[in-house]
Each structure stands twice: as C-alpha cells, then as structure tokens.
C-alpha cells in the first residue's frame, strides 16, 4: 500500500503550484482522500476533502476561491492545484486515503510547499 506525493517546491507569493498522490495497492475508488497540511509548530489541519466519486469537496476556510481538490480514479490519483499561494501556506502536504466502512486509511510521506519571495 503505497500513497506518494508530488508536485511540491518552492514559489513565490501568488504563484501556483499542483500536487498529485499517487495511490496503489488498495482499491483506491472505494477510499474518500484529502489532504492535510502540517506548518512548523502546528497541528496537521485539514485542507481539502472530495468525495469516492469527486462529486462532492469541501475546503478549510483558509483555500477556499484558492485551492480546488480533484480525483482521477482511472489514474487512482488525486489532485491539490492551489493557486495565489500565501507565505502562510507554506507547510509539508500530505495525502490520506479513507476508507468510510471500515475507518482504515492510509497516509503519504508528505510534500514540502515553501511560499516565499
């Protein structure tokens, strides 16, 4: 069982960037991803949460208009595109991989995104 992010670097103040988790070895249309975010000296927070079939998404407060959550279950995929990035978004990503029936989940080894000028 495997989720790999990708896609994080460095940019400057509203820039863009795209990340991609990349799952295998579970049936990873059953499970309903998200992606987490952890800043130096904080708690992992919530960031984006779409649905087994990318219906439906929910965003913390703080993305919202800025980051759009998608899935590409053909790929076993999921993707972050976060646009007009902020310093103050600026922490380690991670994907995770619920599964609603049996509360398993997985998690990736997280991506660095660094907003600064």
């Known amino acids: 069982v495997q989720l790999v992010e990708s896609g994080g670097g460095l940019v400057e103040p509203g820039g863009s960037l795209r990340l991609s988790c990349a799952a295998s070895?579970?049936?990873?249309?059953?499970?309903?991803p998200s992606w987490y975010r952890q800043a130096p000296g904080k708690e992992r927070e919530l960031v984006a949460v779409?649905?087994?079939?990318?219906?439906?998404?929910q965003y913390a407060d703080s993305v919202k208009g800025r980051f759009t959550i998608s899935r590409d279950n053909a790929k076993n995929t999921v993707y972050l595109q976060m646009n007009s990035l902020k310093p103050e978004d600026t922490a380690v990503y991670y994907c995770?991989?619920?599964?609603?029936?049996?509360?398993?989940?997985?998690w990736g080894q997280g991506t660095q995104v660094t907003v600064s000028s």
């Open positions: 070895g579970f049936t990873f249309s059953s499970y309903q």
């Open positions: 995770n991989a619920l599964s609603i029936a049996t509360m398993l989940q997985y």
């Open positions: 779409i649905s087994r079939a990318g219906v439906n998404t």
